[in-house]
């Protein structure tokens, strides 16, 4: 009975690990108030064991459209769990294809010579950590920082 019971309490901790984690609590007003039309839009590429440009610097209040393009041969992900909970989300869009809405996520995965693009508002002011979750590619260089001012 022990065994099970922490069996059971190890395969809900993550659970548990995101009820605690919090989206901004006005993300969707800020959304719907923000003008879209007047974007700004920022290109990252990613290739094997970086990210181009490898630092951002975003203005809080103001909605920006983040490419994430890799044009590398391997799979990479966008990870910033810290980030990505301190931005208002409208959506990520796949190749114009199709579009994922969510309070918020902690990671991103772009598949070789794919693209994801981020539509977002930064909300609160701070340096967060970015960097790929891929085997050893953040210890060959695949980490930066993006900053909200």
Not at 84 to 108: G, L
């Amino acid at each position: 009975m022990r065994t099970l019971a922490a069996v059971l309490a190890l395969m809900l901790t993550p659970v548990v690990a995101l009820a605690q984690a919090t989206p901004v609590p006005n993300a969707a007003e800020l959304v719907k108030a923000a003008d879209w039309k007047a974007m700004e839009t920022i290109t990252v590429v990613m290739g094997e064991h970086h990210y181009t440009p490898q630092d951002l610097t975003l203005k809080a209040g103001r909605p920006y459209k983040i490419e994430l393009k890799n044009e590398g041969d391997k799979d990479h992900y966008y990870t910033a769990p810290e980030f990505f909970q301190n931005v208002a989300w409208r959506k990520v869009m796949v190749n114009k294809q199709a579009e994922i809405k969510a309070p918020y996520f902690s990671a991103v995965e772009i598949l070789k010579k794919g693209q994801l693009d981020l539509y977002l508002i930064p909300v609160n002011k701070g340096s967060y950590v970015v960097y790929c979750t891929i085997d050893d590619h953040r210890q060959q260089g695949m980490e930066g920082r993006i900053t909200i001012e």
